[in-house]
């Protein structure tokens, strides 16, 4: 069983917060990712990382940003939240090669 | 460029019925290929994977063979249950490091 963990699983929250979005995986695993996934189900990457103090843009362009200060923790932050950032948040690792990757549970995120 | 081109759902099967979820790659090279599956309020799981061509992957019934000639890897289940109710992603994974999920196929099998 994959340990990779995610808090809250589920926030509403009204508009201009700011939140934080926690991964945490135990595998010692050096590269992470968050995906948006949309109502579709269709998944977008809006952040990865390579290890500590590396990360990167994914495809889908995102207003949210990404911190890897240590292995393991990988937090997404919204400054000011808007209801078109309400959506289904999944963080995922892996090995450096990627081959095969590890999912948390997701947040979902309401925003009103 | 590499893609990954899944059939569309809601895909809606009664208990005992045959299943197959369509994939199709487009690729550079030779791939690795993967089906996750994400329950309902949870994360994705892989499911089964193969890494080279003729490759069949299998796992909790399921099944997929890597057919470089069709450039498929067509997910079957011989007879679902109301617990393989759940969204199936076929995911793509090359030596460049490249990956890539398909759009993902909702399951919905009634008792």
């Known amino acids: 069983e994959a340990d990779i963990y995610q808090t809250p699983r589920y926030l509403v929250i009204g508009t201009g917060k700011k939140i934080t979005l926690e991964c945490s995986q135990t595998?010692?695993?050096?590269?992470m990712y968050w995906y948006q996934q949309d109502p579709g189900m269709e998944l977008h990457l809006i952040h990865y990382?390579?290890?500590?103090?590396?990360?990167e843009k994914g495809d889908l362009s995102s207003e949210s940003t990404v911190s890897r200060i240590r292995t393991e923790h990988f937090p997404l932050t919204l400054e000011s939240a808007r209801p078109s950032h309400t959506s289904q948040y999944l963080c995922?690792?892996?090995?450096?090669?990627?081959?095969?990757?590890?999912f948390g549970p997701g947040t979902r995120l309401t925003v009103t | 460029g590499d893609s990954v081109t899944q059939m569309e759902g809601p895909v809606t099967l009664s208990e005992e019925a045959f299943l197959t979820i369509n994939c199709t790659y487009t690729?550079?090279?030779?791939?690795?290929l993967f089906w996750y599956v994400q329950y309902p309020g949870e994360g994705l799981q892989l499911l089964l994977k193969?890494?080279?061509?003729?490759d069949k992957g299998s796992n909790k019934g399921f099944e997929a063979t890597y057919r470089k000639e069709t450039t498929s890897f067509h997910l079957e289940k011989g007879s679902v249950q109301v617990s393989d109710s759940a969204v199936y992603f076929c995911?793509?994974?090359?030596?460049?490091?490249?990956?890539?999920f398909g759009q993902g196929t909702e399951l919905s099998v009634k008792p």
């Open positions: 995911r793509y994974f090359n030596q460049g490091g490249k990956l890539i």
């Open positions: 690729a550079t090279g030779y791939p690795s």
């Open positions: 193969a890494t080279k061509a003729d």
């Open positions: 990382s390579y290890g500590v103090n590396s990360t």
């Open positions: 595998m010692g695993h050096d590269k």
């Open positions: 995922a690792s892996s090995h450096l090669s990627g081959y095969e990757q590890y």
